[in-house]
């Protein structure tokens, strides 16, 4: 079974900072890395698939970058409304395995 | 617009049983793989169980192969969950999740709002 490392757990930062949540492999997953968002009292949504695809709507200041084993996602000039907890996934081979999340907290 | 309501989450008692439902809507079902997805406060996101777009392939996490039987009908657009021999472990939110494509490897590009789990004497 694959396992996912992300880092850092939690993080604080200032609004317009810049943002790197990292999310390693325990093997190969080539490009099949996947982020979601998730806010308080709701279901994930997917930000980024492919690694560095992102979805339709999402602001174009989420971007994700990667491949083989160690991916990252990146806020290039956060704002408020990113407080939320990030999470990585691997679909490169089931079972399907998540990181345990990046808490994200606006200062 | 594609929407998934889930139903039957309840409180059980250890051993017992329980059934998830999801009916899904504004996309072609059968085209998508579906998945069962578990959130716990301590333990984050758990992928629990997936199933191909024919219903022809399934697959289960190893804490809950043997217990736990997806199945979907796609007449119905449904998505279920059997869940038999259950555990305070077991206890979490249940997501129906759904893949972009219909046999896997693909990522999780809609959920449910989730419905909840208690198992507890």
């Known amino acids: 079974d694959i396992q996912m490392t992300q880092s850092p757990s939690s993080l604080s930062a200032s609004v317009g900072d810049r943002v790197t949540i990292t999310c390693r492999a325990s093997q190969t997953i080539t490009n099949y890395l996947n982020w979601y968002q998730q806010k308080p009292g709701k279901a994930p949504k997917l930000l980024i698939s492919a690694a560095s695809s992102l979805q339709s709507g999402v602001p174009s200041r989420f971007s994700g970058s990667g491949s083989g084993t160690e991916f990252t996602l990146t806020i290039s000039s956060l704002q408020p409304e990113d407080s939320a907890t990030y999470d990585c996934q691997q679909s490169y081979s089931i079972p399907y395995s998540f990181g345990q999340g990046t808490k994200l907290e606006i200062k | 617009e594609v929407q998934l309501v889930e139903s039957g989450g309840d409180l059980v008692q250890p051993g017992g049983s329980l059934r998830l439902s999801c009916a899904a809507s504004?996309?072609?079902?059968?085209?998508?793989?579906m998945n069962w997805v578990r959130q716990t406060p301590g333990k984050g996101l758990e992928w629990v169980s997936a199933?191909?777009?024919?219903?022809?392939?399934?697959y289960y996490a190893d804490s809950v192969r043997g217990r736990f039987t997806i199945s979907r009908d796609n007449s119905k657009n449904s998505l279920y969950l059997r869940m038999n021999s259950l555990r305070a472990e077991d206890t979490a939110l249940y997501y129906c999740?759904?893949?972009?494509?219909?046999?896997?490897?693909?990522?999780?590009?809609?959920w449910g709002q989730g419905t909840m789990v208690t198992v507890s004497s």
């Open positions: 999740v759904k893949e972009g494509a219909p046999s896997f490897n693909d990522a999780f590009d809609n």
């Open positions: 504004g996309f072609t079902f059968s085209n998508c793989a």
């Open positions: 199933i191909s777009g024919s219903g022809d392939d399934t």
